[in-house]
Antibody, heavy 117, light 107 residues
Framework: EVQLVESGGGLIQPGGSLRLSCAAS????????LNWVRQAPGKGLEWLSI???????YYADSVKGRFTISRDNSKNTLYLQMNSLKVEDTAVYYC???????????WGQGTPVTVSS | DIQLTQSPSFLSASVGDRVTITCRAS??????LAWYQQKPGKAPKLLIHVASTLQSGVPSRFSGSGSGTEFTLTISSLQPEDFATYHCQQLNSYPLTFGGGTKVEIK
């Protein structure tokens, strides 16, 4: 069974950094498309980034240059390094599997990030 | 960037009703559109991908259609468990984008 479990969220001050983790099971992160998606309180979904199996990456303009997606194949884990955090980055962050034209067929439960002084 | 406009943003319906939600893209996206259902406090769940392909395990009362710039999600007979928010997503080009969501509530 495919499972994604996020961790690493919390309260952080503006300008700070945080690294989110997404532990995968039931498949190999190195062989699939993996994404980060967020949802601000009471708002819609916002796609942030994708990591291809060949390590190619894409980012939304809102996070380009501040966020970095990566993976550790030995830990079968996806990461999102978030730097220069802003109040508007406050959201629940989800990792999700899928891409290349198809939808995201597996999602984690989400980890909340609050950026506030 | 490709903008997706969902309509309506809010829908009040009764059990057994036929419900249709529309998603319009600001430019052509071929058939690279997915639909998700999301319940409060939960992650989205994939319903339909490539515009009309039902995801495994999703009830057949859900269907999708369209290509290019106009797409629809139809629920043929609304069930109590279908009251949720529905999102469309384009996967034609980066950045990937979502529509604003349609909340389906009980009349």
């Amino acid at each position: 069974e495919v499972q994604l479990v996020e961790s690493g969220g919390g309260l952080i001050q503006p300008g700070g950094s945080l690294r989110l983790s997404c532990a995968a099971s039931g498949f190999t992160v190195s062989s699939d498309f993996l994404n980060w998606v967020r949802q601000a309180p009471g708002k819609g979904l916002e796609w942030l980034s994708i990591l291809y199996s060949d390590e190619n990456t894409y980012y939304a303009d809102s996070v380009k240059g501040r966020f970095t997606i990566s993976r550790d194949n030995s830990k079968n884990t996806l990461y999102l390094q978030m730097n220069s955090l802003k109040v508007e980055d406050t959201a629940v962050y989800y990792c999700a599997r899928g891409g290349s034209g198809s939808g995201f067929d597996n999602w984690g439960q989400g980890t909340p990030v609050t950026v506030s002084s | 960037d490709i903008q997706l406009t969902q309509s309506p943003s809010f829908l009040s319906a009764s059990v057994g009703d036929r419900v249709t939600i529309t998603c319009r893209a600001s430019q052509g996206i071929r058939s690279y559109l997915a639909w998700y259902q999301q319940k409060p406090g939960k992650a989205p769940k994939l319903l339909i991908h490539v515009a009309s392909t039902l995801q495994s395990g999703v009830p057949s009362r859900f269907s999708g259609s369209g290509s290019g710039t106009e797409f629809t999600l139809t629920i043929s007979s609304l069930q109590p468990e279908d009251f949720a928010t529905y999102h469309c997503q384009q996967l034609n080009s980066y950045p990937l984008t979502f529509g604003g969501g349609t909340k389906v509530e009980i009349k």
